[in-house]
Nanobody, 111 residues
Framework: QVRLVESGGGLVQPGGSLRLSCAAS????????MGWYRQAPGKERELVAR???????NYADSVKGRFTISRDNAKNTVYLQMNNLKPEDTAVFYC?????WGLGTQVTVSS
């Protein structure tokens, strides 16, 4: 059974940082690309960042230079380091592995 469990969300002030984690189980993690998506209220879910099995990464233009995706294959975990957060980053962030999704973690950026 595939499980993706996100953690690390919360409330942060503009300019602050958070690190999201996604612990994966039930599949061969190191062979799979992993992604972070987000969905803000009233908007569609969008890709934030993606990392392939060999470590190649790509980012949404809106987060380039601020967010960094990484993975630890020994821990079956993918991370999203988010710096210089802005109010428009407020959303539920979801971990993705192909057709599988986590339940999401809320990120709120507000003063």
């Amino acid at each position: 059974q595939v499980r993706l469990v996100e953690s690390g969300g919360g409330l942060v002030q503009p300019g602050g940082s958070l690190r999201l984690s996604c612990a994966a189980s039930g599949f061969i993690f190191r062979f799979n690309a992993m992604g972070w998506y987000r969905q803000a209220p009233g908007k569609e879910r969008e890709l934030v960042a993606r990392i392939t099995s060999d470590g190649s990464t790509n980012y949404a233009d809106s987060v380039k230079g601020r967010f960094t995706i990484s993975r630890d294959n020994a821990k079956n975990t993918v991370y999203l380091q988010m710096n210089n957060l802005k109010p428009e980053d407020t959303a539920v962030f979801y971990c993705n592995a192909g057709v599988y999704w986590g339940l999401g973690t809320q990120v709120t950026v507000s003063s």
